[in-house]
T-cell receptor, first 118, second 116 residues
Framework: AQTVTQSQPEMSVQEAETVTLSCTYDTSESDYYLFWYKQPPSRQMILVIR??????QNATENRFSVNFQKAAKSFSLKISDSQLGDAAMYFCAYRSPYSGGGADGLTFGKGTHLIIQP | GAVVSQHPSRVICKSGTSVKIECRSL??????MFWYRQFPKQSLMLMAT?????????EQGVEKDKFLINHASLTLSTLTVTSAHPEDSSFYIC????????????FGQGTRLTVV
């Protein structure tokens, strides 16, 4: 079974600064998908960024980018120019590429609470 | 992104009764829907995966007789919590995916269930 570990229960950053959230995972699969989700106080899950394991290039979405290190099984999220609206819980998630048998539901880490200080 | 609607957003029920939560994909056909549970200040835990027209696949430790899942159409899945107890109080979230390829699964708004 896959596991996802987020070792930072809480992070704090000044507005306009850069913050990096860490995530490591454990899997025996060679192909898979990794995601970062944002969960604001409304509790609606919002996809921030995704990465396919077969792609060596790190995914980027505007101010959000990842540092994907496949050999180290590390998938960190960098948020540049932090904004007040970025304050939320951030969850790292893993998905197997195989369908059926519940194998391709998401496995989530415990989350990191991101605080943005004005 | 596609829209997934979950209803109700909040429900309070008495211990021993059953409650049904609906998850609808509004602008796409969802071959697969997932049900997650989230305890306060904790992560989401996958409960079960349902494919349209077939029985749901439950994760280890999830009681299939207690959490009944039906996915009778390509736009609707329901989760029924039977004989609810206070320990079933939690936040339940569904997500829906169009097919088994690497397309994204979209999340509903979640349902806060309180059993009194």
């Amino acid at each position: 079974a896959q596991t996802v570990t987020q070792s930072q229960p809480e992070m704090s950053v000044q507005e306009a600064e850069t913050v990096t959230l860490s995530c490591t995972y454990d899997t025996s699969e060679s192909d898979y998908y990794l995601f970062w989700y944002k969960q604001p106080p409304s509790r609606q899950m919002i996809l921030v960024i995704r990465q396919e394991a077969y792609k060596q290039q790190n995914a980027t979405e505007n101010r959000f980018s990842v540092n994907f290190q496949k050999a180290a099984k590390s998938f960190s999220l960098k948020i540049s120019d932090s904004q007040l609206g970025d304050a939320a819980m951030y969850f790292c998630a893993y998905r197997s590429p195989y369908s059926g048998g519940g194998a391709d539901g998401l496995t989530f880490g415990k989350g990191t609470h991101l605080i943005i200080q004005p | 992104g596609a829209v997934v609607s979950q209803h109700p957003s909040r429900v309070i029920c008495k211990s021993g009764t059953s409650v049904k939560i609906e998850c609808r994909s509004l602008d796409f056909q969802a071959t697969t829907m997932f049900w997650y549970r989230q305890f306060p200040k904790q992560s989401l835990m996958l409960m079960a995966t349902s494919n349209e027209g077939s029985k749901a696949t439950y994760e280890q430790g999830v009681e299939k007789d207690k959490f009944l899942i039906n996915h009778a159409s390509l736009t609707l899945s329901t989760l029924t919590v039977t004989s609810a107890h206070p320990e079933d109080s939690s936040f339940y979230i569904c997500s829906a995916r169009e097919d088994s390829s690497n397309t994204e699964a979209f999340f509903g708004q979640g349902t806060r269930l309180t059993v009194v």
